[in-house]
């Protein structure tokens, strides 16, 4: 299905292609647009070129681009773009149909995503009461677990963990006997399976991990897999967060789903503006993911 994020204000693959933590002071350029920064033959990049690349990411990372190092990166980028460009041109590659078609098509996603922008730049933002009742709605997406810091030793026999356990009250180390014997893989970090919230462990482990205490360990406990000793390093109980926590995040959330919105309206008044008939038999398969770039289906991410 199309979704809106991609049509978006991400024009460009730059974004994925450069870090996006910035060094160094941000320092405000005042040099001309039509100041020439590198030549590659008769073509040339201006300043009016890295701005417009600049202007082209997400607001919230246009910073980057004004440090001494992102306008380098973004320079070093548009030239490497012309140069590879050109070589490619030299050897044909633009004239096969399949290089045709695809040519189009890019060029029409481009577009399709710059008139998605000028028609969406103006959506308003979140108020808080959406922020509010959207954290109140959804509180479980934003806890956060309890969760157990566990090691433990597995063997196939009833003898084996007898051994064990007579091994463990003689004295010797959990880490030595789990590198020694176990046969799960975590076997070579001496049974370390590190923090396992609640519900992602076998459910007769999970049984007896969550009411043991701290530095204690149990067993035998057996599973489909054999037997079972564990020790618990350590617990953490279950958080909520605080809204302060995540309203930027509850507000990015807001505006995707209103820019989706936005965007399945525009284009079904298109479709019917332009009288667009889908000729798919019923016979194929509708899951069909549509080409990165042309509409992602992911949400935003914590």
């Known amino acids: 299905m199309l979704t809106f994020r991609n049509i978006s204000l991400n024009m460009v693959v730059f974004v994925l292609?450069?870090?996006?933590?910035?060094?160094?002071?941000?320092?405000?350029?005042?040099?001309?647009?039509?100041?020439?920064?590198?030549?590659?033959?008769?073509?040339?990049?201006?300043?009016g070129d890295l701005k417009q690349m600049a202007n082209a990411v997400p607001e919230k990372f246009r910073y980057y681009y004004q440090t001494p190092e992102g306008r380098r990166q973004t320079l070093d980028y548009i030239v490497n773009i012309y140069i590879l460009a050109a070589e490619a041109e030299k050897e044909g590659l633009d004239k096969s149909p399949d290089s045709q078609k695809l040519l189009a098509f890019t060029r029409n996603d481009l577009l399709a995503r710059m008139l998605l922008e000028k028609m969406t730049k103006d959506s308003p933002a979140p108020t808080d009461v959406e922020t509010k009742k959207y954290f109140?709605?959804?509180?479980?997406?934003?806890?956060?677990?309890?969760?157990?810091?566990?090691?433990?030793?597995?063997?196939?026999?009833?003898?084996?963990?007898?051994?064990?356990?007579?091994?463990?009250?003689?004295?010797?180390?959990?880490e030595d006997i789990a590198s020694q014997v176990s046969i799960c893989p975590s076997k070579v970090r001496g049974g370390?399976?590190?923090?396992?919230?609640?519900?992602?462990?076998?459910?007769?482990?999970?049984?007896?991990?969550?009411?043991?205490?701290?530095?204690?360990?149990?067993?035998?406990?057996?599973?489909?897999?054999?037997?079972?000793?564990?020790?618990?390093?350590?617990?953490k109980p279950g958080e909520e967060a605080s809204f302060d926590q995540v309203k930027d995040y509850i507000v990015e959330q807001l505006k995707y789903q209103k820019q989706q919105e936005q965007y399945e309206k525009i284009a079904d008044s298109l479709r019917k503006k332009m009288n667009v008939q889908i000729l798919l038999p019923n016979d194929t398969p509708q899951a069909l993911e549509v080409a990165p770039g042309a509409g992602p289906t992911a949400k935003p991410k914590n």
């Not at 350029?29 to 300043?47: M, R, S």
Request: charged letters at 30%.
């Open 17 to 47: 292609l450069v870090p996006l933590c910035a060094s160094g002071a941000f320092g405000q350029q005042t040099v001309p647009d039509d100041q020439v920064l590198a030549k590659i033959g008769t073509k040339t990049v201006t300043e």
């Open 136 to 174: 109140e709605q959804n509180k479980a997406e934003f806890s956060t677990p309890e969760s157990v810091k566990l090691r433990h030793i597995l063997v196939e026999t009833e003898k084996e963990i007898k051994d064990v356990l007579a091994r463990l009250k003689k004295g010797d180390k959990f």
């Open 192 to 235: 370390d399976l590190d923090w396992m919230p609640r519900g992602s462990l076998v459910p007769e482990i999970e049984d007896v991990a969550y009411k043991m205490n701290k530095g204690q360990i149990e067993g035998p406990v057996k599973t489909k897999f054999g037997y079972h000793v564990l020790y618990l390093e350590d617990k």
